[in-house]
């Protein structure tokens, strides 16, 4: 055999397939996504805003801890300002406010007062049946044992007549 029979062909580094990730291009800035899921934006619209797929997005989320910690902490923001919204509609709460009235003269009268909203029944519900549903959930789960005996048909029928036909002498 000669000598270049026997040499291997030097190996080619493999070709990753597909588009390069653009990764780097869309989080620059970290703090932006977690902005944006603190605005209460759903990962379809943060996608949306990157201008990436949102299957891109959750790919994201999967190899890249740091992406999915911003959106994460963002989210969490959001949702403990509806919490305490929430809370606050369910209790009542005051809130300043400034009334304007109309005097003589078309004179313009600016007063700070303080307004209050009362508790809302329909938060109260939300919060109790979502905070705590053991004692506020609409549905009851209820377990029945049930003893049952074998009884024949003309039993089940005499019985009936018994408490039916009674029934029907009290009503005549």
């Not at 703090?31 to 209460?40: K, N, S, Y």
């Not at 911003?70 to 809130?95: I, P, Q, Y």
């Not at 304007?100 to 029944?121: A, L, S």
């Amino acid at each position: 055999m000669s000598e270049i029979e026997n040499e291997k062909p030097e190996e080619q580094p493999k070709k990753k397939r597909g588009r390069p990730s653009i990764y780097e291009k869309v989080v620059t800035n970290l703090g932006q996504i977690e902005t944006l899921a603190g605005f209460g934006l759903t990962n379809e619209q943060i996608a949306i805003f990157l201008g990436i797929n949102a299957d891109t997005l959750y790919q994201y989320k999967k190899k890249h801890p740091e992406f999915s910690e911003m959106l994460k902490r963002g989210k969490d923001r959001a949702n403990t300002k509806v919490t305490e919204s929430l809370f606050k509609r369910a209790t009542g709460f005051n809130h300043p406010e400034e009334k304007i009235f109309i005097g003589k003269d078309d004179q313009v009268i600016r007063v700070d007062t303080i307004k209050y909203y009362p508790p809302e029944t329909g938060a109260i519900a939300w919060w109790q049946k979502n905070m705590d549903s053991e004692k506020w959930r609409d549905r009851k789960e209820i377990e029945a044992k049930i003893a049952t005996a074998e009884v024949s048909i003309e039993e089940l029928h005499k019985s009936m007549l018994e408490i039916f036909g009674e029934k029907e002498k009290e009503d005549a």
